[in-house]
């Protein structure tokens, strides 16, 4: 077999391959196995999104059957956290928001907006010791949260500015998330 033929046959195997795992029932479970790989180094993006938030209007239902609306926690200081049960940045980071919600809960809003299906997290909450306030959406995620990438996270003042957007697994129970969180319960 000659060289051109070694690389040519080489790419058609690499193309066949992809499509057999991106048309098949596989495709979920090369996925959940991907992020897990990819999250044993995880580099979380910070960044200052200063935008505000001018329409309030999002629906979401809660884990335990009650629903809210956005519009409800106007005027409040929220935390955001987009996340799934088969993502491995996600639940590595989840011991890290539960502390954060332990010790702010009186004071933040913490909305977990889980991008799974609600078996799978009932099943995933069960499990563990958490105590979140889980939910799902019941619309289209508003653009100013909208990030193909989960985990993602916002933290939105008082004044619906969005102070913090952050993308990977990240430790949330750190000085500079608290900080942040106490100015913007101050102000």
């Known amino acids: 077999m000659s060289i051109k033929r070694f690389f040519i046959a080489g790419f058609i195997g690499i193309v066949l391959l992809t499509i057999i795992l991106l048309f098949s029932p596989l495709k979920f479970y090369v996925q959940k196995y991907t992020n897990r790989l990819l999250s044993l180094n995880p580099t979380p993006v910070i960044e200052r999104v200063d935008q505000k938030l001018i329409e309030y209007s999002w629906k979401l239902n809660k884990l335990d059957g009650t629903t809210a609306d956005l519009e409800d926690f106007k005027g409040e200081v929220i935390l955001i956290n987009f996340w799934a049960t088969w993502c491995g940045p996600c ?4 011991p890290s928001l539960q502390q954060l919600h332990s010790s702010y809960n009186e004071k933040v809003v913490f909305l977990f907006v889980a991008k799974d299906k609600e078996k799978n997290v009932q099943n995933f909450i069960n499990k563990r010791d958490y105590d979140l306030p889980i939910y799902f959406e019941s619309g289209l995620t508003p ?3 909208y990030h ?3 985990p993602s996270t916002f ?4 004044d619906g500015v969005i102070e913090m957007a952050k993308t990977g697994a990240y430790n949330w129970n750190d ?3 608290r900080d942040l969180l106490d100015n913007l319960i101050a102000q």
């Open 155 to 158: 933290i939105i003042g008082k």
């Open 175 to 177: 000085e500079l998330v």
């Open 91 to 94: 639940i590595k980071e989840l």
């Open 143 to 145: 653009k100013l949260f």
């Open 148 to 150: 193909p990438t989960i």
